[in-house]
């Protein structure tokens, strides 16, 4: 079985790299991405550790945007293949962590400022570069000093107050020229999830496609049967590359790693897979 997005604690996942790689092969996950938001420790983690039982995929996933349709259009580009320890990707991503660290650090003073129940305490351990849900982490840091009113209060701040960002997102033709730069390749992870019309769907992915996007997150674990059917469509009709994963990132959300609710059709082929393996691209997995 093939699982293309999974996150680890080193972004919003709840597992270690350890404990993903555990539960993809209890649940008989052959090759598997770890596809951590804006980072690739992770995959850096696994490469010191690679086991011959599974063949991981370096994978990371890009916060991306595009104004391209007239609108900010929120896109997570999903980048597979690139060499460990990379240069240009790491400068790429430690610039973002800075970016994001400096606006949670500041949002979090205020949030200290605001409530009188918050302590400069509660953080010092906090991670304010870390990409992800950034209320689901302030509350997971607070959830034991503080009350259910007080939880509860604080909840309903931080969904309806986000930060200010400067700059949270790449710009996806730039996140899509730099995989091809250090020879990985592009996919657009989850498009139903860009609420766009088909027609605006099918622009953005001519778009991306002629600024050398490789494929389409056709089998999404979020998708339903009429989702699949479109991504699929403008998979077959520009010539890219479609593949699936869970989207793991707690059993609160799924059933694990190569959750069978990814519905990969009978006849699906896993033509990028097939290509990473043969580019020498992939680690691990030499028992397989």
């Known amino acids: 079985m093939i699982d293309l997005h999974v996150h680890s604690v080193y972004s919003d996942g709840f597992l270690t790299v350890e404990e993903l790689i555990d539960n993809a092969r209890s649940n008989e996950v052959n090759i598997m991405s770890i596809t951590d938001h804006d980072t690739t420790l992770g995959v850096e983690e696994y490469s010191k550790n690679i086991r011959d039982d599974i063949i991981v995929i370096p994978g990371v996933e890009f916060s991306t945007d595009t104004y391209y349709l007239g609108k900010k259009t929120k896109i997570h580009m999903l980048g597979y293949g690139y060499k460990v320890y990379d240069k240009l990707i790491n400068k790429v991503l430690s610039d973002l962590y800075q970016r994001h660290y400096n606006d949670n650090k500041g949002y979090i003073e205020e949030l200290i400022t605001k409530f009188n129940y918050l302590s400069n305490e509660f953080f010092i351990d906090f991670n304010y570069g870390k990409s ?125 790693v190569g959750d069978t609710n990814i519905k990969f059709p009978e006849n699906y082929d896993p033509l990028l897979v097939k290509r990473l393996i043969k580019e020498n691209k992939v680690l691990g997995g030499k028992n397989e």
């Not at 034991?144 to 209060?153: G, N, R, T, V």
């Not at 400067?166 to 609420?195: R, T, W």
């Open 132 to 256: 992800g849900w950034l209320y689901k982490h302030i509350l997971n840091c607070v959830n034991e000093y503080l009350s259910k009113e007080e939880l509860e209060e604080l909840r309903e701040y931080l969904v309806n107050n986000k930060p200010n960002y400067n700059k949270y997102n790449e710009d996806v033709c730039d996140v899509i020229k730099l995989m091809k730069s250090i020879g990985g390749y592009a996919v657009f992870a989850h498009p139903q999830k860009c609420n766009l019309t088909k027609e605006e769907l099918s622009i953005l992915v001519k778009y991306l496609t002629d600024n050398g996007l490789d494929g389409l997150e056709t089998y999404h674990i979020d998708s339903i049967s009429s989702d699949r059917k479109i991504i699929h469509d403008l998979a077959l009709e520009y010539g890219l590359y479609e593949t699936g994963g869970s989207d793991f990132h707690s059993f609160i959300y799924g059933n694990g």
